[in-house]
C-alpha cells in the first residue's frame, strides 16, 4: 500500500441521515489526523489519534461528530443527523511517529471525501 | 486560535518565471510545512523546515524557515506548466505532549501560462 487512502471518494446524503467516512492510513504510520477542508480554504484540524487513543478533539465542531481507531490503523469520523453546513471535503493523514524530537511527524494526506448534504 | 496569513493569494505567471510565496503568523511554530494541492487530490508534501533560520531546497523548490519561528516563504525557480496548482503552507505545533496537528494558511493559486 502506497498513501493514505479514503471512502467513500464522494458522499451524496440528505439532511439527518447519519454519515461514516473512512481513512486507511500508511501502513505503519502511528498517527492519525482528521481535518475538513472548506472550499478555498486550508485544511482545518477536527481531531487526532495516537495509535487507537484519540488525544485530542478539540477540532470537533459540535457533539454530532465523532472519530474512532479502535485497532490503531483504520478509522471512522461519523456525524450524526448530517446538516447541510456539514458539506465539505474531510481529509485524513497520518504520520509515521509523533514523539518529540525523533523526526518522522510529517503528515501525509489522503485524497479525501467529498460530502455533499442536501 | 492559530492563524496563518499567506500571500498572495493568487499568481499568474509565465513559463519559466521564478515564483515566490509567503506565509505569517502571529503565533510560534515548531515545523513549518509547504504543501501543493492538484484539483481532486489531497496535499502533496514538498518540503518541511524544521529549524529557525533553516534554508532547505527540494529541486527547484526552496523554502526557508524565519527566524522568529513566525513566517515562512516558498520560492519556485523556473516555472513549469505542471507547477499549477494551489500551495498552502502549514505550521506545525506541539499540543498536548505528542500531538502535530498542523494549521493551514488559505492557500496561493498559481497559475502558469506556457
Known amino acids: 500500500g502506497a498513501g493514505v487512502s479514503q471512502s467513500p471518494r464522494y458522499k451524496v446524503t440528505k439532511r439527518g441521515q447519519d454519515v461514516a467516512l473512512r481513512c486507511d492510513p500508511i501502513?505503519?504510520?502511528?498517527?492519525l489526523y482528521w481535518y475538513r477542508q472548506a472550499l478555498g480554504q486550508g485544511p482545518e484540524f477536527l481531531t487526532y489519534?495516537?495509535?487507537?487513543?484519540?488525544?485530542?478533539k478539540s477540532g470537533l465542531p459540535n457533539d454530532r461528530f465523532s472519530a474512532e481507531r479502535p485497532e490503531g490503523s483504520i478509522s471512522t469520523l461519523t456525524i450524526q443527523r448530517t446538516e447541510q453546513r456539514d458539506s465539505a471535503m474531510y481529509r485524513c493523514?497520518?504520520?509515521?511517529?509523533?514523539?518529540?524530537?525523533?523526526?518522522?511527524?510529517?503528515?501525509?494526506f489522503g485524497p479525501g471525501t467529498r460530502l455533499t448534504v442536501t | 486560535g492559530q492563524q496563518l496569513n499567506q500571500s498572495p493569494q493568487s499568481m499568474f505567471i509565465q513559463e519559466g518565471e521564478d515564483v515566490s510565496m509567503n506565509c505569517t503568523s502571529s503565533?510560534?511554530?515548531?515545523?513549518w510545512l509547504w504543501y501543493k494541492q492538484d484539483p481532486g487530490e489531497g496535499p502533496v508534501l514538498l518540503i518541511a523546515?524544521?529549524?529557525?533560520?533553516e534554508l532547505t531546497s527540494n529541486g527547484r523548490l526552496t523554502a526557508q524557515f524565519g527566524i522568529t519561528r513566525k513566517d515562512s516563504f516558498l520560492n519556485i525557480s523556473a516555472s513549469i506548466p505542471s507547477d499549477v496548482g494551489i500551495y498552502f503552507c502549514?505550521?506545525?505545533?506541539?499540543?498536548?505532549?505528542?500531538?502535530?496537528?498542523?494549521?493551514f494558511g488559505k492557500g496561493t493559486l498559481l497559475t502558469v501560462n506556457p
Open positions: 493523514a497520518s504520520s509515521l511517529t509523533s514523539t518529540v524530537g525523533t523526526g518522522g511527524y510529517e503528515q501525509y
Open positions: 501502513s505503519g504510520h502511528v498517527s
Open positions: 489519534f495516537n495509535y487507537e487513543a484519540q488525544q485530542d
Open positions: 503565533s510560534i511554530f515548531n515545523t
Open positions: 523546515l524544521y529549524k529557525a533560520g
Open positions: 502549514a505550521g506545525q505545533t506541539y499540543s498536548g505532549g505528542s500531538n502535530y496537528k498542523l494549521t
